[in-house]
């Protein structure tokens, strides 16, 4: 098979492994793009032209594309001699992998996918794992794994599972919900605002007499559409909901001002009370830098007030503005691509993204230098921190809902591999051997946490053995990792192609099938080959082949 051969090949294997993660199909479009960076900020600009052929079912016509994705360095490996700690803030988020969906069956080449849109901290914790419950007494339970590197055979790779308790103490004081809706000129189409409606009727029907709803709308200004309506009232709430229309500019400020305000007159003590902002994040008036979306939020973290962001729609999609107010406003970032999503997030996983179990959630590596030379932290750029932050509870950090999970993974080599870490000369450093003590510790994984029903920090930790422990979890982990890699074309791939991701997948799922997609493996890949874009999405979103 010639270069150009094995590249298409690789390209239209790596679409359909989405596609089988996905478990659901949405409408397409073929776009051609080019991207440019200004000051850390990827615009992808695509021209797209209507395709009248049979088959392809067009939501609506886009002449341009202007979605922004911040800049992400991959991080590098870290000699463990000179910085032994690795610390970062736990994150929820998934929006990264349902938007990286969404492009595919939108028609992005592998080529037009912009870098920034790939976080793989988000890919993987998009999926739930077989991981430990935790203990009588304790609020989160460690999983760990390890095992040969699938694309670097001279390193490990360590998975670190973390999970929570199934507790859900806020919900049960009741909810104070402010659904923050953006009805500007840019979210009237079908994937934004009418998606938008359906995806919070969703929440509607999960809401009880406890809860308490109010509706914010913002445009060229804002309005209070509800105020305070109690849950059960899903008639009354639905049809505020129905009666948004899309029109003017977009006053994000104006909105979140008001939302705070509403949210902070309904406050629940001891409850939930949480913002739930639904936007394309094209914020064009009052406060629309990062900077300021920054600071505004952050001061309102003190108030007890949980920002959630939903993200919708394609064309203008402003990732960096999204990402700023869910990672500052103290919630999860999610993006809403088809009404199963909206589903997924609102049903299914209603605690875990709604009601607060533990905040300032850090996670703290410490590598043995006896046993590792270097290590590197795969994703997670945004949440890196510096390590004397760990114990700092000035310093915020991530929150968890009940019954959650997240996954964090680090490429290890071992001391004895021949795989070089680039280590500054140190006068008065030097490598450590088992002789110094833990010398069968690979590392040790400390989580520190408030917890939510106490207001109290504690930790916990855990040793990790050198020793090999794999599971369908470690091969299905390590398939997205991979997966992520070759989407970021990332410098660090080594072995990885399209075959080695589908390898490891094969080898994730023996036991369970993982959103419905396995037994689709051997027919999409066979027909991908054979056929360049065979599959096509009709009006009702089954997928067709289409010759």
């Keep these: 098979m010639n270069d150009t051969a094995t590249m298409l090949r690789s390209k239209l294997l790596a679409c359909v492994f989405l596609l089988i993660l996905s478990g659901s199909l949405v409408a397409c479009f073929l776009p051609g793009s080019d991207s440019n960076s200004d000051d850390g900020i990827v615009t992808i600009s695509n021209t797209y032209e209507a395709d009248g052929g049979a088959g392809y079912y067009w939501t609506e016509d886009i002449d341009w594309n202007t979605e922004e994705y911040r800049y992400i360095r991959e991080g590098g490996f870290i000699s463990t001699l000179t910085s032994p700690l690795s610390t970062i803030s736990a994150d929820v988020d998934t929006a990264s992998y349902a938007n990286l969906r969404r492009m595919i069956f939108d028609g992005y080449a592998l080529e037009d996918i912009p870098t920034g849109a790939v976080r793989i901290e988000e890919m993987l914790n998009y999926f739930t794992y077989g991981y430990a419950v935790p203990r009588a ?282 795989f070089e870490i680039p280590t500054p000369d140190l006068r008065y450093g030097e490598p450590r051997n088992e002789s110094s003590g833990y010398g069968s510790e690979l590392a040790t994984a400390t989580l520190r946490y408030r917890a939510f029903d106490d207001g109290q920090i504690h930790e916990q930790e855990i040793q990790i053995a050198n020793e090999d422990d794999v599971n369908e979890d470690f091969y299905f982990a390590a398939s997205v990792i991979e997966f992520g890699m070759l989407l970021r074309d990332s410098e660090f791939m080594g072995t990885t192609d399209a075959d080695s991701v589908m390898e490891l997948l094969s080898q994730s799922d023996s036991t369970r099938e993982r959103d419905g997609f396995r037994d689709m493996v051997a027919y999409l890949i066979e027909d991908a080959i054979d056929h360049p874009y065979p599959y096509t999405t009709s009006v009702n979103g089954d997928a067709d082949s289409e010759n």
């Excluded at 659904?179 to 009880?208: C, T, Y």
């Excluded at 999610?334 to 009404?339: G, P, S, V």
């Design 137 to 418: 007494g304790e609020r989160f339970a460690i999983t760990t794994h390890l095992g040969p590197c699938p694309w670097n055979p001279q390193a490990k790779l360590l998975v670190l599972g973390f999970s929570t308790a199934d507790e859900d103490i806020a919900s049960s004081r009741g909810r104070n919900l402010v659904f923050l809706i953006d009805v500007s000129g840019s979210m009237g189409s079908r994937d934004k605002l009418d998606l938008l409606q359906e995806s919070f009727e969703v929440l509607v029907n999960e809401l009880g007499s406890d809860d308490r709803i109010s509706i914010v709308t913002y445009a060229s200004g804002e309005e209070l559409v509800l105020e305070g309506v109690p849950g059960n009232e899903a008639r009354t709430i639905l049809r505020a909901l129905r009666g948004l229309r899309a029109a003017g500019s977009t006053n994000g400020e104006r909105g979140l001002e008001m939302a705070y305000e509403v949210a902070e007159r309904n406050f629940i003590e001891g409850g939930v009370n949480r913002i739930i902002m639904a936007s394309d994040g094209d914020l064009n008036v009052g406060m629309t830098s990062e900077s300021d979306l920054y600071d505004y939020v952050q001061a309102k973290r003190e108030t007890g007030i949980y920002l959630s962001v939903l993200g919708f729609g394609s064309g203008n999609y402003k990732d960096t503005k999204m990402e700023t107010l869910a990672d500052n406003g103290n919630g999860s970032y999610h993006y809403i691509d088809c009404i199963d999503e909206a589903e997924r997030v609102f049903s299914e996983r209603l605690c875990a993204n709604l009601v607060p179990f533990a905040d300032d959630v850090k996670v703290q590596i410490e590598f043995n230098p006896a046993l590792v030379k270097g290590y590197r932290l795969i994703g997670y750029e945004n949440r890196e921190m510096a390590d004397e932050d760990f114990r700092n509870d000035e310093k915020d950090a991530a929150d968890i809902g009940p019954n959650a999970q997240f996954t964090v993974c680090y490429e290890v080599v071992l001391t004895d591999s021949d």
